[in-house]
Nanobody, 123 residues
Framework: VQLVQSGGGLVQAGDSVTLACVGSGSTFSINAMGWYRQAPGKQRDLVAAITSDGGETTYADSVKGRFTISRDNARNTMYLEMNNLKPEDTAVYYC?????????????????WGQGTQVTVSS
């Protein structure tokens, strides 16, 4: 699955932004997917993940209650709605597809990433 991201940019603390990740191919709807982020000098961490049918989601503690992951399989698109953004949310955000979603944990597909999109939150 090839993944193309959109959204992001420079926003102020408290603002909202929605990221989108469009996947190619007919297998999009059978893939669990996730959003990751990587701040400068830090590792890439899971932000949120969703099962293939959208029936189950998981979130990092730092974004619970502020971010919402969703998907529209008819449009081959996954979303990350980010509300009440904080400066510590500043990072490059990546989508991932085709990983394993097991017992509430998402294990990424190491060769299936979007191109990344910068989100910068100013205080």
């Amino acid at each position: 699955v090839q993944l193309v991201q959109s959204g992001g940019g420079l926003v102020q603390a408290g603002d909202s932004v929605t990221l989108a990740c469009v996947g190619s191919g007919s297998t999009f709807s059978i893939n669990a997917m996730g959003w990751y982020r990587q701040a400068p000098g830090k590792q890439r961490d899971l932000v949120a993940a969703i099962t293939s049918d959208g029936g189950e989601t998981t979130y990092a503690d730092s974004v619970k209650g502020r971010f919402t992951i969703s998907r529209d399989n008819a449009r081959n698109t996954m979303y990350l709605e980010m509300n009440n953004l904080k400066p510590e949310d500043t990072a490059v955000y990546y989508c991932n597809a085709g990983g394993a979603y097991l017992s509430g944990i998402y294990y990424p597909h190491l060769a299936s990433w979007g191109q990344g999109t910068q989100v910068t939150v100013s205080s």
